[in-house]
């Protein structure tokens, strides 16, 4: 196995990557996070620039003052910046900052413009259930299948796209899978999606940490109508994700939300909406959240996003190398090293005879490697990987339902940052193989109705490390 030597020059550019966190037995460790496809450490340069920016901070828009006007310039080109990072055409797409991926494509799903003749979205097994729930109730949702490895079957894709034809208004698909890392042909699929006349979006939330995106503009075939991101999942953890899409979608129709900052004229019996973004972005915004997203997006243009898909790959390569030569292990989606360049650094596996929930629980608890286990909210793709039939599917949804999770089917999954190196790796793997060989050291007890084990004598103090109250030290205090 080549074992990579190069060191993670990356690394330095993260704040709280190398913290000490206690484990069962009373030794202190190096935090190993593993579990990025969930959320990212935020980088220094993003904290830098909040900081920065919170002393010219003020109200948004239509303030005159001379703070506002600052706040609203960098608002207003956080946006240009978003714009710019997924390779839209800032006169035919717009930016909407929201919360995050989920509230932006629920929005879209509340704002798409379906007709009676065009009413079918076309999505697929493997979404994230943000990608798959908010559809549901606006259009007839067709899921395109999956092949047994966990790939979109592009020939029922084809067939599906043909069978509901002219009544397709939209596709709208994972640019990566969250459990399996698997990426999705988008501007092939957005050729054939045009060629019927409907629009694609694309669930960027996994792929814009890791990939170039590339709208592109609406005459070219292969373009992208809307894409969705989270700030969280980018280094930018301040609660700001957005909506890029097509401009025209949203010069029409009443907002999905109403109020103060969408109207340009109101009276008693009427109203006239803003255009957008405006008339998208109801009430005050996280205008923080949107710098430090801009924040985040520059660190990562000036590192450059091959350089961060080169890195990645490299670990994801090594990681499959050590996965697949511990025994017990059974690795799902695509196993093979030499095609690490060509999926995310995602990677579910199970160990024989154990619960994914222990898994994850011995490596939080005796090596302080921070992964998680379970569905990942993309419960369907995870029966699908597991190849569970229907009759046991819906034997465990009953036990479930009825309050038991102990035997809920699951992964356990590992993701990487661009901070994560050969070393954390290397320390997953010793991990793992005393796990499977039994050799762990804590007594775990179940707790049915989450399915989550805790260890006996398991007494932590967080407050150690932070409370509300400590957060204060050092200021001067106004009590008298
Ligand atoms: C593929 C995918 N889509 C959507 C989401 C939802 O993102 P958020 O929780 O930021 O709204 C996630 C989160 O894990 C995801 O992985």
């Not at 957005?190 to 503009?217: F, N, S, Y």
């Not at 009443?254 to 109801?282: F, K, N, Q, Y």
């Not at 050291?441 to 398991?458: I, V």
Request: aromatic content about 8%; proline content about 5%; hydrophobic content about 40%.
């Amino acid at each position: 196995m080549t074992r990579p030597t190069t060191n993670n020059r990356f690394e330095q550019l993260f704040i709280g990557v190398n913290l000490t966190v206690p484990t069962l037995d009373g030794t202190y460790h190096r935090y190993i996070n593993l579990d990025n496809a969930a959320s990212t450490p935020p980088l220094l340069s993003v904290q830098q620039v909040v900081n920065r920016f919170m002393e010219v901070y003020s109200s948004v828009h239509r303030g005159t003052g001379y703070k506002s006007q600052i706040s609203t310039h960098a608002y207003e080109e956080a946006r240009q910046v978003v714009l710019n990072f997924v390779g839209a055409e800032p006169v035919q797409h717009v930016c909407i900052f929201g919360k995050n991926t989920t509230e932006a494509l629920n929005k879209l799903a509340r704002r798409f413009p379906f007709s009676q003749e065009r009413n079918v979205v076309l999505t697929s097994g493997m979404e994230h259930h943000s990608n798959d729930l908010p559809w549901r109730n606006m259009a007839q949702t067709v899921h395109v299948h999956l092949t047994p490895e966990g790939y979109l079957d592009e020939a029922d894709f084809d067939a599906q796209l043909q069978r509901y034809g002219g009544r397709v208004a939209l596709v709208t698909i994972t640019g990566a899978s969250n459990v399996t890392g698997i990426l999705n042909p988008i501007h092939r699929l957005a050729e054939k999606t045009h060629a019927m006349g409907a629009q694609i979006a694309v669930d960027c939330a996994q792929l814009a940490p890791h990939r170039r995106i590339d709208m592109g503009v609406l005459d070219d075939p292969a373009h992208l109508d809307y894409v969705a991101i989270s700030g969280h999942k980018l280094y930018a953890p301040f609660g700001t994700g957005a909506l890029i899409g097509r401009r025209d979608t949203f010069e029409t129709g009443d907002p999905d939300m109403s109020g103060g900052g969408t109207v340009e004229i109101v009276t008693l019996d009427d109203v006239t909406w803003s255009g957008p973004p405006d008339r998208e972005e109801a009430g005050s915004p996280n205008t923080i959240g949107a710098v430090a997203l801009a924040a985040a997006i520059h660190q990562l243009q000036e590192v450059g996003m091959e350089s961060v898909a080169a890195h990645e790959a490299e670990l994801t390569a090594y990681a499959l190398e050590v996965l697949r030569e511990i025994p017990g292990i059974t690795l799902y989606g695509d196993p093979e090293p030499a095609r690490a360049d060509s999926r995310l650094g995602v990677i579910p596996f199970q160990v024989d005879q154990l619960s994914h929930f222990l898994v994850a629980s011995i490596l939080g608890y005796e090596y302080a490697i921070g992964v998680r286990s379970g569905c990942f909210c993309a419960h369907p793709y995870i029966l699908h990987l597991l190849d569970i039939d229907p009759e046991a599917a819906s034997n465990v949804r009953v036990r479930m339902l009825a309050g038991d999770k102990s035997d809920m089917p699951g992964l356990v999954r590992i993701s990487f940052g661009l901070y994560n190196s050969f070393e954390d790796i290397d320390l997953l793997g010793e991990a793992l193989r005393a796990i499977q060989r039994k050799e762990y050291k804590g007594t775990y007890t179940q707790n049915p109705s989450s399915g989550e084990y805790t260890p006996l004598g398991w007494n932590p103090d967080f407050d150690s490390y932070f409370n509300l109250a400590g957060a204060y030290d050092g200021r001067e205090s106004f009590a008298s």
